[in-house]
């Protein structure tokens, strides 16, 4: 009996130790794995408020699920200052130099890596019209090496908003970038939705940040508001936007968080860290093994009424107490 119960324990203290010495070397083979650095390239077609909120959330959330910058992921961030040569050779650059996968925040930027590469998978963070753009052949299944995320919002809802502010409303601006793809979709969609809605509208585009004050004020002398879409160049050169609408005693509409902070009055928008947020966690579904060609694009639109109500105030714009509840109140004071 006593021997039978010994015998039982050899055996029990001989599993446990297989089990321990097994399960450690696995454990060890998983780091060595884990220790393999990934490289991701990143093209950002230039900085605005926007942009780096979003590669501060990339990044951020990489981190948070484990994927550290200079430990087990290394990114190489390239920033095209809003050249469209710089876009092509940043591009080459990073595919030449092997990346595992890209990232591309904003249209042009991702254009420019999907002309370079079908073959190495790349994230879109942020790209309003991915199928417009022509970079993915459906929403649902993307059917190339493109995948990621759009933030688009409901333009109808948003000139609806704005109808509701400024119920007197007789002219609509509507300012815009004519080389970006984002913004010329958008703009068709509110001329419908402005027509529908019986909004008159006025448009007027810029080439560059160049034109922006010019092209303002004399948009801003004809109208009694402007709408401005998802557009990189306008977003970039807001506080010269704003300047001048203030002249104009004008309320700024646009479609994004960082541009209602920098000076728009209201917006229903996507909180753009949060776009970040999202192409980390589509990245991870591809260093997982997800094939781009059949991931869904993923929407960050939460549809958020972002409300800077000291700029509303200076312009001695009264917003519905309905709206105001429902208001993310961004901006200084
Ligand atoms: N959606 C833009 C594009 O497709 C990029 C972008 C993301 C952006 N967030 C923005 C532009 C906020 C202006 C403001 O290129």
Do not use: C, W
Request: proline content about 4%.
């Amino acid at each position: 009996m006593k021997k039978n119960v010994l015998g039982f324990i050899v055996v029990i203290v001989i599993a446990l130790a297989y089990y321990f010495v097994n399960n450690t070397k696995k454990g060890n083979e998983d780091v060595a794995k884990s220790e393999k650095v990934i490289n991701i390239g990143v093209l950002q077609l230039l900085s605005h408020p926007a942009l780096d909120s979003i590669y501060k959330g990339l990044e951020e959330e990489l981190a948070r699920q484990g994927y550290e910058n200079g430990k087990n992921i290394k990114i190489d961030l390239q920033n095209a200052q809003g050249e469209q040569s710089n876009l092509a050779l940043m591009s080459g650059k990073l595919v030449s130099e092997k990346n595992d996968i890209l990232v591309g925040i904003t249209t042009p930027a991702t254009l420019s890596l999907a002309n370079v590469t079908k073959d190495i998978p790349i994230v879109m963070a942020g790209i309003t019209y991915p199928v417009e753009a022509g970079l993915i052949a459906s929403e649902d299944k993307p059917g190339n090496n493109i995948t990621g995320v759009s933030d688009r919002t409901p333009i109808k809802q948003q000139l609806e908003l704005i109808k509701q502010i400024i119920p007197n409303l007789k002219t609509l601006g509507l300012l815009y970038t004519s080389s970006e793809d984002n913004s010329i979709k958008q703009i068709e969609e509110a001329k419908k939705y402005a027509e529908e809605l019986g909004i008159n509208i006025k448009l007027a585009s810029i080439a560059n940040t160049n034109d922006i004050q010019q092209v303002t004020e004399s948009l801003a002398s004809e109208a009694n508001a402007i709408f401005v879409p998802i557009d990189n160049t306008i977003a970039s050169g807001m506080a010269t936007v704003v300047k001048v609408t203030d002249k104009f005693k004008i309320p700024v509409f646009p479609s994004a968080d960082t541009m209602v902070k920098d000076g728009g009055v209201l917006g229903l928008g996507v909180d753009q860290y949060q776009i970040g947020v999202s192409t980390a966690k589509v990245l991870i579904d591809i260093l997982k093994g997800g094939k781009p060609a059949e991931m869904p694009i993923v929407l960050a639109n939460k549809s958020i009424i972002y409300l800077n109500e000291a700029q509303a105030k200076k312009l001695g714009l009264e917003i519905p107490a309905d709206i105001k509840e429902k208001a993310e109140i961004v901006g200084n004071k």
